[in-house]
């Protein structure tokens, strides 16, 4: 039996040329990512004694610590690809736009990163003039989580195709609405992801005791503080509080309280301030359509609309995807889903594609096409009124 991994004492002492040579074997360029299903693919097909030498004696390793033991040894060979464009060439994109299209963009700079970045949504529509919160609106999020690559790219290129395609339904909806985009939530965060750590998903708010806040998890609403801390879950500093962690080691943490974090400030001020009717915000991965709850298994009041409409949604993309409430996926809480949707915007959440990490410019393609169908399906049920506006939505209450 080959012997290819080894831990003495949680050190990890030797990977071997097995992993080595697989890793190669798919990465022909050398920039190939492995994500989490392609390692744990390899180890159930690979399932050699997997153990580790303790001062007990050999033990056998449970294969999650393999995983992301795995991880870490990749993790320096981890860096963004050039077809992923990074933070500042996203701004200039941004700016090299509004630059273009001076009647039909206008940048809102809605406040300042930890780092010192700006964040920016884009508001676009036919004539920008025109008093904003008349038309119905979309806000459309990339990137709250910052290894989800694909996501910035799949919103800014909305924003590129409503301004220089030729096709007839997108310039409608130019007209008919009034659509924002904030292709990068978390910009310290993706940064970082791009060029230190590909697997860093949170932003980079430094505490006395770790780094970062689960933008996803931070979300507060004073018309339910539920969706943010359920009842009985009082701040205790573990893993594993009910849809977030009060941990600030843990990949979910949410925050020292609700909406602490200037990213999800930002976002608070936008919504309120332009009274944005609707709200996609994009993740990665697994092809699945979200919509509320993530933090209740009961119904939201729109039920009924949220199913056919996503049904809709998957068709255009031949049901490639999975609909279902947040919950069935797994609980969260302070999520920007559940947020939107208890403040009175119509909400979904879309996980795309099969990885973190896409490991060539014709699957970012692919990605980046599907989330334009999907967008395109939501605005012609926002444009029709199936989809309820805000106002609706909160006058059910
Ligand atoms: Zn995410």
């Known amino acids: 039996m080959e012997k290819y991994y080894l831990k003495i004492n949680n050190n990890l002492l030797s990977v071997s040329d097995k992993y080595i040579s697989y890793s190669k074997k798919i990465d022909k360029n050398n920039d190939h990512i492995l994500d989490d299903q392609e390692i744990t693919d390899f180890l159930i097909k690979n399932d050699d004694l997997k153990f580790e030498v303790t001062r007990k004696g050999i033990s056998i390793i449970n294969k999650d610590l393999i995983i992301n033991d795995f991880k870490n040894y990749l993790m320096d060979n981890l860096k963004g690809p050039d077809f ?24 809102e700079y809605l406040g300042k990163t930890f780092e010192g970045r700006d964040i920016i949504a884009m508001r676009i529509s036919k004539n920008i003039n025109d008093e904003e919160g008349k038309k119905k609106s979309i806000l459309i999020t990339g990137l709250h989580h910052a290894r989800e690559w694909a996501t910035g790219e799949a919103a800014l290129n909305i ?21 924002y985009i904030l292709p990068v939530v978390n910009p310290d965060g993706y940064e970082y992801s791009l060029k230190e750590d590909a697997w860093w998903r ?26 943010y801390r359920q009842p009985n879950d009082k701040p205790d500093s573990t893993w594993d509080d009910y849809g977030a962690s009060d941990s600030v080691y843990s990949d979910t943490y949410r925050g020292p309280y609700g909406n602490s974090e200037e990213e999800i400030k930002a976002i608070s001020k936008l919504v309120n301030s332009k009274k944005i009717d609707t709200v996609i915000d994009l993740h990665s991965y697994g092809n699945m359509i979200l919509y509320p709850w993530g933090y209740t298994t009961n119904p939201t009041e729109l039920d009924n609309i949220y199913r056919e409409v996503g049904k809709e949604i998957n068709n255009s993309v031949n049901n490639s995807f999975k609909l279902m409430q947040a919950i069935k996926l797994y609980p969260t809480t302070g999520s920007s889903l559940d947020y939107h949707h208890e403040e009175g915007r119509f909400s979904y959440t879309f996980e795309i594609g099969s990885s973190f990490f896409p490991k060539s410019k014709q699957e970012l393609d692919t990605q980046k096409e599907q989330v334009l169908k999907m967008v395109k399906v939501f605005m012609n049920n926002l444009v029709n009124g199936k989809i309820p506006t805000q106002k609706y939505a909160v006058n059910l209450k």
């Open 202 to 227: 949170k932003n980079r708010t430094k505490f006395e005791k770790g780094i970062g806040v689960d933008l996803n998890r931070n979300y507060f609403t004073p018309k339910d503080p539920t969706l």
């Open 159 to 179: 924003v590129e195709k409503l301004l220089e395609s030729n096709d007839n339904e997108l310039n409608k909806y130019l007209n008919d609405l009034d659509i």
């Open 84 to 107: 992923i464009r990074d933070y500042n060439q996203i701004v200039s994109k941004m700016i090299e736009l509004e630059k273009k299209y001076p009647d039909k963009v206008k940048l």
